[in-house]
């Protein structure tokens, strides 16, 4: 029996999920209560901590004391003849050479413009008026103040505010699943028919939620679950409070404040506020519910791009109107994969953003061609059932040139790599559906990349300044022999030398996603083996860069920057780089088998397992 029918592509938008959903109401109601009550039990902690560092109380207790009163007459003696002015006095060259003949003991420093003195006690202390203590060992009116102020701020400790991890954690998880549950339901999918969908989301959400919480507090999750400062931590709340206590340690310093006046300070202050809380919270709440949808697209197996949606006002941030229009079609519309111009993946670009995402889905719905229309038959055979035949797997991956003419040398490099790959490799490619693409130009071979900015690329970038590309929705290697090298570049040729290192790295991405698909991990260097090896690498590389600064000796980590990326972004690409220069060697200079010698190790057993399973 024959029937025949039409399967027509068909693009549609939805529309974002709501923002005001109640759930979302709620989440963020709560989550800036804990961190407003969080906040305001830090502020006194932090006023003691600079206290401490400042010596303010310990300043405060010298002058009450016999230091105090040892100076007593001379400070009001200064006080009466010459003005006080934030921790220097103003005197003439001859005021200051005379008290310094009755006070030897006293060290008398000119600070900035002519005339500016400040008269330390030897303990360090600075004389100022009895009602505001005496102040400081510092200057904070003249030369080195700023300085001194600065080190004091850089000083403060936020170790303690990983306290803060566990109290957000579980609406910042309950966010993100909410969110992926409502963006699932919004395309169709049952999570409560698909478990498995579900269980996915429910492990990323976890995983984001820890991550994320920690991040918060410039801290990072090592392999062992444990909290460890992160220098590299994206939109921190600590580093920030420094910029936000600045102004009152400032004063604190100038006047000699009592630790409680400062600590009264900092709790009025916007860094320790219910306004910034709830800044705070807005934010992370959006990201988490952006997060949350993307990972439902990403799940429901239905939605194939993302659409950026702006508030269209005049109060639209330039960022954020970028991403709007970013995409071929200039309409916010990318893979769910790409990032936009922004280098977000999904809003927020800054606090209080009002941005959100959209999903697109390709539909596939049977039609009844007409002559009208000129759309093609498409045959679809419906057979009687028959035993089942296990098809033999192919020995290599399938192979393409389109996307614009080669040279033959090019050609010959493309076809040579192919027949000379190991037949374990190219078993496991091709059982995986890997196939290769080569042509001229990268976007022509992958037109969807057009105008697209590649991920860890300058701002400014799009895919015709590269040459390589993989691409896991498509299960494809491209290869281009031309690129860009900048924007408004003409085209130059890459040579077969340069274009088979190419080749190697995304044949490396191309065996991350076989053996992860296989392992239900969709990318091999999301194992817990392989995430413990890279970060043992990176966390070496950041102390030799440490001992490189300190000791005047060569700094190496810039060269290796596109593979320190945030998240999964840096593993994916030193996963693919190491396999690259194991199977074909170095490129760029790099040496990465030496750089992450565990990843080196990690990939040498991924490669020697493959041949002792003798068949895919």
Known sequence: MMQTQTLEKVREERPPLNAKRPALRRARADLARIIARFLREQAPKIAAQVSELAGLEKARRYIEGEGGEAYAALRQELLQSYNYRGGVFILTREAADEIAARHPELVIERQGGQGFFTLKTPEGFTLGPPARGGVLPTAPGGRGGAAEIEAIIARVDFAGWSVLVGNVEPTIEAVIKDSAYAALAQVGIDTEARKEVRNIVDERAVAYARERGAEMVGMRVDELGRLIPNPNAFWQITEPTRDYIRASVREAIAEGWSNDRLAAA?????????????????????????????????????????????????????????????????DGVLPLDADYPSGDEAPPVHPNCRCAIAPVVDLKRPTTPTAEQGVPVVPVTVAPPVAPIVPTPPARPVVEFRGGAVSDNFRAMASAFINSMAPSLARK???????????????????????????????????????????????????????????????????????????????????????????????????????????????ALRAAERQAKRTGGKAIAWRYKYFLQKGEAGRVEAFAETYGEITNGARYGLEMRATFPRVAAYIDKLLADLVLEGSP
């Open 266 to 330: 900092l709790s009025e202050a916007y860094g320790f506020s219910s306004t910034r809380a709830m800044v705070i919270a807005r934010t992370e709440t959006n990201r988490a519910a952006s997060i949350g949808a993307l990972m439902g697209y990403k799940a429901s197996g239905v939605v194939d791009a993302k659409k950026w949606l702006t508030a269209e006002d005049d109060l639209v941030s330039e960022e954020c109107q970028a991403n709007g229009v970013a995409g071929p079609a200039g």
């Open 429 to 539: 490619l091709a059982k995986n559906d890997i196939k290769f693409a080569f042509g001229d130009k990268l976007t022509e071979i992958s037109p969807e990349l057009k105008g697209l900015h590649p991920r860890g690329y300058p701002r400014g970038a799009t895919w015709d300044w590269s040459n390589g590309v993989f691409s896991p929705n498509k299960a494809e290697i491209a290869v281009s022999e031309t690129y860009r090298d900048g924007a408004n570049r003409p085209f130059i040729t890459k040579g077969p030398i340069d274009a088979k290192g190419t080749l190697a790295h995304e044949t490396g991405h191309g065996l991350d996603h076989a053996l992860g698909k296989e392992a239900g991990t969709f990318y091999k260097s999301r194992s817990p083996e392989f995430i413990l090896a890279y970060a043992t690498d990176v966390r």
